[in-house]
């Protein structure tokens, strides 16, 4: 059969014999006129199997990125994999960004060919991947620009966030004068989350804008305003919110000694100190107390006020006199309570958060509380003295005796087991023997990961 | 017989069927958990999402099982379940006579000497499953020659039916013709399910699976690709129809082949005592696996395998109800010494292991000895040898991934011979990268890729 009448042939059977009649073929010239039709569809067919496939097309096409960083060992990749395999969002979510730091740490990068089936872990976490990652993740996007004073109206919204974050940094009035030029054009959701771009370098310069802003229609961005205004130093909204807190304490002296002591009475029904001390600085607040500010802290009547001074004294980046804060409290702090100081807390350095971390895993602390909070405000695993505390804690055997017999405990263990530093990942290994390994399939597999991390410090086995 | 909660989880094919497992170890979801007196066997109903519980039962000793669910993991979560509260509580399972379905179940099962539960079937889509049990025959010559007399008669009679099944193909195809194959695609499914019927019904049902699951891969084509494919395949059926017509006139392998694409099986028996059938020994690396499910319900569990010489493959087939699902015969990259018996074939491909030896360490990846042109080139003849050849599997040296205007390829070193793709996002970290070989699973018109030898280590495409 020739292309000619390979083509032909094609042509009759698209439209069908009924409708046009079947071209001659020379092969078939001796068959008889019944058996045509078959044979001519076998024979072309065959044609186009026997084909070869067209020659390779050109392209430059998509490819990842070159990275000299070292690929995650075998055994660790395994252990990522079987951890991560069908895992829920929220334990995905939760456990990939302490773990990426980690393996970053570790000075080891994922292995691209495991990307395909971490893509839904990973997505999301852009801040925690290298560019290989990050390339993989935007694959199917078109390229992405940098965003600049002339062009940040055009990229999304967490990509503008973060430009004028950025811009607030290095130039507040710049960066203000940019969201205000452009204002009153955003949907109100964006400009009560560009607005919080304002909390980086705050000060009296915003005092207008932000007047300007309180009168906007929607109710986020009047609370977004209020915050901001609220920190303000000088501001009616901050003097009134120290005029409410200084109603709330009162100094009194009790006992044989008469010692001075700090009296907290909610000015509303359950409002807390750390509500009502909300945004205000412990300086301010022994001022407009009238109290030397150094003699505050030791004058806090019960753990309550401690917390909440403690948390203005990170306001005011007074570290060691919060710290001194944190360890007079009677009652067990659960560290995951960190989280209510708020913004103090989060932009605090690392290291401080560790330091105030440490300070909350005392032998009484109880260890059944919410772990994922803790890890969030702590956005790192634990310092290994911390996690060498926690191991040894009576608290923590007590806590995983006491966990159910006859559930799968991941969903408890991984929290915890996600803060953990490699070098201890064999200890807390050993310490969850007690509990059968199918109980707890993926805590073996991250501890299993972060052991090998331990175990092989890239330096040693790369190439 | 005592069995461990760590053998359960060894058991397990993955983390996530441990979790499901946990969570059925509520006494109340078991309406009966019982047990034999001799502790040989332990069996259950599981309260499913189902108008009936699930059945299942398993054996303690090689812990061979089966559950009625549907679903295509083995062990399901039920059966892990089960065995994992044999393992703690057995004092849960009642002591009875086990009941007429668990008695059957045993009958029909293979004993653990024989090998895995699964493995082996015979040949032909038409496998009744893996608990098939080799019954021995007592050996009387008259009772002998009677059997093969009634076989030589059965024969004779399928043989016709599936004859006359061919006609009515005939016809039906050249209805198909006579329409326009440009409507094809309009009257696919309703056609082509009628036609396949009457071919089970005449015995062909090899061929009938080829017909039913016709538009399934239609559908699944690029619109551009439809009309060429139904050529192609129409064209493949007809040969094989022709061929089987004709099958006295055909060289005994050929013959052979044609037999079997009708669905005329060769038990596993009866292979290993085949004369004509090729037997090879040497080293086979799993090039890797797939599992589908085919248009009669059964799935086919493929693992294809690459010899150490670079040439020569094979593929281990398994069929197993879809309730049933069974893992691969070898897992992607596993190595071991092994004799296979090849089914007699004009391009020998499908195989089954005689003789496996322990495992050996892996490779990085398939070996390959020819480029693309010459894997191609290798293809097209055994395509030649066996017109109606289905897939293959291309081991090519030296090869590349590119995407080529947006279509994965694998073209050769220079960039010139290519072969499109099916695009997988999984083989997307290799693009760019320079493959030492590559094993392709190539149908004629794309290729799946399923492992690669890369400078970042072995890549296996995932299930």
Not at chain 2, 289 to 295: D, G, L
């Amino acid at each position: 059969m020739t292309p000619a009448e390979r083509d032909g042939v094609l042509a009759a059977f698209s439209l069908g014999l009924g409708r046009q009649a079947l071209p001659p073929v020379a092969a078939l010239a001796a068959a008889p006129a019944e058996a045509r039709p078959l044979a001519a569809l076998a024979m072309a067919g065959q044609l186009m199997r026997l084909t070869p496939p067209p020659p390779a097309q050109a392209g430059a096409g998509w490819r990842l990125p070159e990275d000299a960083a070292p690929l995650l060992p075998d055994p660790a990749r395994a252990a990522l994999l079987r951890l991560f395999e069908k895992a829920d969002a929220v334990t995905a979510h939760y456990v990939a960004p302490l773990l990426l730091r980690q393996i970053a740490a570790a000075g080891w990068r994922l292995h691209p060919f495991d990307l395909p089936q971490l893509d839904g872990v990973l997505r999301g976490l852009d801040d925690h991947v290298g560019p290989v990652e990050r390339a993989w993740l935007d694959r199917h996007a078109p390229p992405r620009e940098e965003l600049t004073a002339d062009t940040w109206r055009e990229g999304g919204s967490a990509d503008r966030l973060r430009f004028l974050q950025a811009r607030r940094a290095a130039d507040p009035a710049a960066a203000r004068a940019l969201l205000a030029a452009s204002f009153a054009a955003e949907t109100a959701r964006l400009r009560a989350e560009l607005l919080t771009a304002l909390d980086i370098g705050l000060g009296a310069d915003d005092a207008a804008f932000l007047h300007a802003c309180a009168a906007d229609r929607a109710a986020g961005v009047k609370q977004a305003v209020e915050a901001l205004l609220a920190k303000l130093p000088g501001s009616s909204a901050h003097i009134a919110r120290l005029a409410a807190a200084c109603a709330a304490l009162t100094v009194e002296s009790k006992g044989v000694l008469r010692r001075a002591r700090l009296v907290f009475r909610p000015p509303a029904k359950s409002a807390t100190p750390l509500q009502t001390l909300d945004q205000l600085g412990l300086a301010e607040l022994a001022s407009a107390l009238g109290v030397a500010g150094g003699a505050l802290p030791a004058m806090a009547g019960d753990d309550a006020v401690r917390h909440a001074l403690a948390s203005c004294a990170l306001r005011d980046g007074a570290l060691g006199v919060a710290l001194g804060l944190l360890g007079q409290i009677e009652e067990p702090v659960w560290p995951g309570d960190l989280e209510s100081f708020g913004a103090a807390y989060a932009n605090l350095p690392a290291d401080v958060r560790q330091d105030v971390a440490a300070r909350t895993l005392r032998d009484e602390a109880a260890l059944g509380g919410d772990w994922r909070r803790f890890g969030a405000q702590l956005d790192a695993p634990l310092r290994r003295d911390a996690a060498g505390t926690l191991l040894r804690l009576p608290g923590w055997t007590a806590f995983l005796a006491g966990l159910p017999a006859e559930r799968n405990l991941d969903g408890t263990l991984l929290p915890v087991l996600a803060l953990v530093p490699p070098a201890l990942a064999p200890a807390f290994s050993g310490s969850l023997a007690p509990i059968p390994a199918v109980r707890r399939p993926r805590a073996t597999a991250l501890l299993a990961c972060l052991a090998e991390l331990a175990a092989r410090p890239h330096a040693e086995t790369a190439p | 017989m005592p069995l461990s909660v760590a053998q359960v989880e060894a058991l397990a094919p993955d983390p996530s069927s441990l979790a499901a497992a946990a969570k059925l170890l509520k006494p109340s979801a078991w309406p009966l958990m019982a047990r034999d007196a001799a502790d040989s066997v332990a069996w259950g109903e599981a309260q499913g999402s189902g108008s009936a519980p699930y059945r299942l039962s398993f054996a303690t000793g090689d812990h061979g099982s089966r559950c009625s669910c549907p679903s295509r993991k083995f062990p399901c979560k039920h059966l892990l379940a089960l065995m994992w509260q044999y393992a703690e509580h057995p004092d849960r399972f009642s002591r009875a006579e086990p009941p007429a379905w668990v008695s059957d179940w045993l009958a029909r099962r293979r004993p653990a000497a024989g090998g895995p539960v699964v493995s082996g079937p015979p040949a032909g889509p038409t496998a009744p499953g893996p608990h098939a049990v080799a019954v021995a025959s007592p050996v009387d010559p008259e009772a002998e020659a009677q059997a093969a007399a009634r076989r030589a008669r059965s024969q004779a009679a399928r043989t016709a039916g599936i004859v006359e099944a061919l006609d009515a193909l005939d016809v039906w195809m050249r209805d198909q013709l006579q329409e326009g194959l440009a409507t094809f695609p309009q009257r696919a499914r309703a056609a082509c399910r009628a036609a396949a019927q009457r071919l089970v019904d005449g015995k062909a049902a090899g061929l009938a699976l080829l017909v039913d699951e016709l538009p399934y891969t239609l559908f699944g084509l690029p619109e551009a690709s439809r009309a060429g494919f139904v050529v192609t395949e129409l064209g493949r059926i007809h040969l094989a129809a022709a061929a089987f017509r004709r099958q006295d006139a055909l060289p005994g392998a050929l013959r052979a082949d044609a037999g079997r694409l009708m669905g005329v099986a060769q038990r596993r028996e009866e292979l290993l005592a085949d004369p004509a059938a090729p037997r090879i020994r040497a080293r086979w690396t799993a090039a890797g696996s797939r599992t589908v499910t085919q248009a009669d319900k059964l799935l086919r569990v493929e693992t294809w395998l690459a010899a150490d010489d670079g040439e020569r493959t094979a593929l281990l087939v398994d069929y197993t109800p879809a309730t049933a699902a069974v893992a691969a015969a070898a897992s992607s990259g596993e190595c071991f010494e092994a004799e296979l018996v090849f089914y007699p074939s004009a391009a020998p491909l499908r195989a089954m292991v005689a003789q496996r030896g322990p495992p050996l360490p892996a490779r990085a990846g398939p070996a390959a000895r020819h480029t693309l042109p010459q894997a191609v080139a290798a293809h097209m003849a055994r395509l030649a040898a066996l017109p109606w050849l289905g897939d293959d599997l291309l081991l090519v040296a030296e090869a590349r991934l590119t995407d080529g205007g947006g279509n994965l390829q694998l073209t050769d070193a220079d960039g010139t011979a290519g072969l499109p793709l099916t695009d997988r996002d999984g083989a997307r970290p290799l693009l760019g990268l320079a493959l030492r070989s590559a094993a392709v699973i190539w149908d004629g018109r794309a290729g799946a890729l399923l492992a690669a030898d890369t400078p970042l280590g072995p890549w296996f495409a995932t299930r």
